[in-house]
């Protein structure tokens, strides 16, 4: 079984999969293969600063994260442009690592981190849907102390994403992460056990 989990900027997708993944779990990590396709010498990151511009590298060839944010967040026909090129290889290489996974370890729950779920269409392709939640005004609060973001960087972060309520409105499965590590822990149990029955 796979369970594609999602949420907003720092509502805490990170810390639940780990939990996940300390009971037993297999993880595929969007962000982190997001990553992987923006290393140098990757396809991806080439055209990446071909549309772009240079200016989006360094001197040692890595991508400027902050200089590419700073064009993306604020100018939403670029973020689509950005997304264009990184998601189809992104999806790819997500679901060449499930198919793995399902082929070595049957048996075993998969859960796809994947920050952009709902907006990108993608809750169809698997067995159910996770969401992270906290309210929005502690997601931007967290996200500004997280980042050391001003508000107004902070929410133009959180408004390129859905609406954190109606992603809600969306997810067969939600884990409040406003309480306590302890308190999260407890609904992640919770879950895996109901998980475990089916």
Do not use: C
Not at 13 to 39: C, H, N, P, W, Y
Not at 124 to 131: E, P, V
Not at 142 to 166: F, W
């Amino acid at each position: 079984m796979n369970i594609g989990l999602t949420g907003g900027i720092a509502t805490g997708k990170s810390t639940v999969s780990s939990m996940f993944v300390r009971k037993g779990a297999l993880l595929v990590d969007a962000d982190a293969i997001a990553r992987e396709v923006m290393l140098p010498g990757h396809p991806v990151l080439a055209e990446v600063a071909a549309h772009f511009g240079p200016d989006i590298l360094g001197s040692d060839g890595q991508l400027n994260r902050e200089r590419l944010g700073e064009i993306v967040f604020n100018q939403p026909q670029e973020r689509q442009a950005l997304n264009d090129i990184t998601h189809p290889a992104i999806r790819r290489e997500i679901r060449d690592r499930i198919q793995v996974y399902e082929q070595q370890h049957p048996d075993s729950l998969v859960i796809v981190d994947i920050p952009l779920l709902f907006e990108s269409g993608l809750q169809a392709q698997y067995d159910q849907t996770l969401l992270v939640y906290v309210p929005a005004k502690l997601q931007l609060e967290r996200l500004m102390q997280r980042n050391g973001l001003t508000r107004e960087q902070a929410a133009a972060r959180i408004q390129s994403q859905m609406d954190i309520e109606e992603k809600k409105s969306l997810a067969d499965y939600v884990i409040d992460n406003s309480g306590t590590l302890d308190e999260t822990l407890h609904q992640v149990e919770k879950l895996w056990n109901r998980i475990a029955r089916l």
